[in-house]
């Protein structure tokens, strides 16, 4: 007689910790895809969006490093970059996203026209 095939409990089967760099890796291009509409057009551009990450007890926490076109409406840019990370990391890995912090480095201002 075939015994019945009973799951493992969820405790048991194991776990999976995502490094913090792929949090990061994430971030950063989630980020650079919320700025590119941003910085189309523009022949000078700021360096790409850095990312660090802290994870405590399955909450992450994300502080971006952004370049910024100016002139620009700066708080619409980093409020939706901000978002956009938010929502795209919970999705992607499952984990609650507790802050993202934005961080402008440097504004880049467009280059005259001449």
Request: aromatic share 4%.
């Given at each position: ?6 799951p ?22 989630v ?5 590119a ?33 100016f ?6 840019l980093a ?28 504004l ?7």
């Amino acid at each position: 007689m075939a015994q019945a095939a009973y799951p493992v409990p969820a405790a048991r089967r194991g776990r999976l910790r995502i490094a913090d760099r792929v949090y990061a890796g994430i971030a950063a291009r989630v980020a650079a895809q919320a700025l590119a509409e941003a910085w189309r057009g523009r022949t000078e551009r700021g360096r790409p969006p850095r990312a660090s990450v802290l994870v405590a007890r399955g909450a992450v926490r994300i502080t971006l490093h952004l370049d910024l076109p100016f002139p620009a409406d700066v708080r619409a840019l980093a409020r939706t970059t901000r978002d956009a990370v938010a929502q795209r990391v919970a999705e992607l890995t499952g984990s609650a996203v507790r802050e993202v912090s934005v961080v402008v480095d440097h504004l880049l201002a467009r280059e005259p026209a001449g």
